[in-house]
Nanobody, 118 residues
Framework: QVHLVESGGGLVEVGGSLNLSCVASGKTWTINAIGWYRQAPEKQRELVAVISMGDFTNYAESVEGRFTLSRDAYTVYLQMNKLNSDDTAVYYC??????????????WGQGTQVTVSS
């Protein structure tokens, strides 16, 4: 089992920035990538970004150029800039296998709310 603990969500104005963190612990040798999904009200959960243990990254087109995912061992950081109302969602940290290009999440955090106000 891999445990994931997220932090850093909150309320921010349009155009602002937030940084989300996620710490993975437990059987971390069973995973080779950590990512973030998000789910807005009445929408499907979608992949935001994923990073492999080799530091390859993959981003959703909607966040490319605005969000940056980095890691330090099994802690990942999602720096979110130029936020807009479409970024409002619950953000879920997850971990799994497949690297950044064929990622399949197996473990999920509890989620953290990000609200962008206009």
């Amino acid at each position: 089992q891999v445990h994931l603990v997220e932090s850093g969500g909150g309320l921010v104005e349009v155009g602002g920035s937030l940084n989300l963190s996620c710490v993975a612990s437990g059987k971390t040798w069973t995973i080779n990538a950590i990512g973030w999904y998000r789910q807005a009200p009445e929408k499907q959960r979608e992949l935001v970004a994923v990073i492999s243990m080799g530091d390859f990254t993959n981003y959703a087109e909607s966040v490319e150029g605005r969000f940056t995912l980095s890691r330090d061992a099994y802690t990942v950081y999602l720096q979110m800039n130029k936020l807009n109302s479409d970024d409002t969602a619950v953000y879920y940290c997850n971990a799994g296998r497949g690297g950044a290009s064929a990622y399949t999440p197996a473990y999920w955090g509890q989620g953290t709310q990000v609200t962008v106000s206009s």
